[in-house]
C-alpha cells in the first residue's frame, strides 16, 4: 500500500477520477455515510443482499436511509482518507462477501446495451 509502506489485500477497483459526481450504480437504500483513516469519507448503498461502497469521496450528497434511484447522484470523487491521489474506490459485497466489481460494472453495461 503506498501510504502504509507495506502489502495490504486491495478488495476493490480504483477508478481515476477527478471532480466527478459518483452516480449511484443500483438502486437502492443508503445504509451508511461516514468517514475513516482508510476509505475516507464513504458512502454505503444496499439493494437487497448487495451493497455498493463509494470511498474517498470528497462530498457526500446523502443520509443513511435516503432512497437512491440508480444513476442518482450521491457525492463527488475527492482523495480522503488512505489515498495518494484523486480517484474512486469501489467495493461491492454479496450477503458481506467481496466479490470484483467489475463484474457489476458488466452487467450494467451489458443492460443498458
Given amino acids: 500500500h503506498p501510504v502504509y509502506h507495506k502489502y495490504m489485500m486491495h478488495n476493490g477497483l480504483d477508478l481515476h477520477a477527478r ?24 458512502v454505503t448503498v444496499q439493494t437487497a443482499n448487495y451493497t455498493v461502497s463509494y470511498c474517498h469521496l470528497s462530498e457526500q450528497y446523502v443520509k443513511p436511509n435516503d432512497y437512491l434511484h440508480a444513476g442518482e447522484p450521491l457525492g463527488l470523487t475527492g482523495s480522503t482518507g488512505a489515498s495518494t491521489g484523486e480517484h474512486l474506490h469501489l467495493t461491492t459485497k454479496k450477503d458481506g462477501k467481496a466479490f470484483d466489481p467489475t463484474i457489476l460494472l458488466n452487467y450494467i453495461r451489458s443492460i443498458r446495451e
Fill in 19 to 42: 471532480h466527478e459526481e459518483v452516480l449511484s450504480m443500483l438502486p437502492g437504500k443508503v445504509l451508511r455515510v461516514g468517514y475513516d483513516s482508510r476509505s475516507g469519507k464513504y
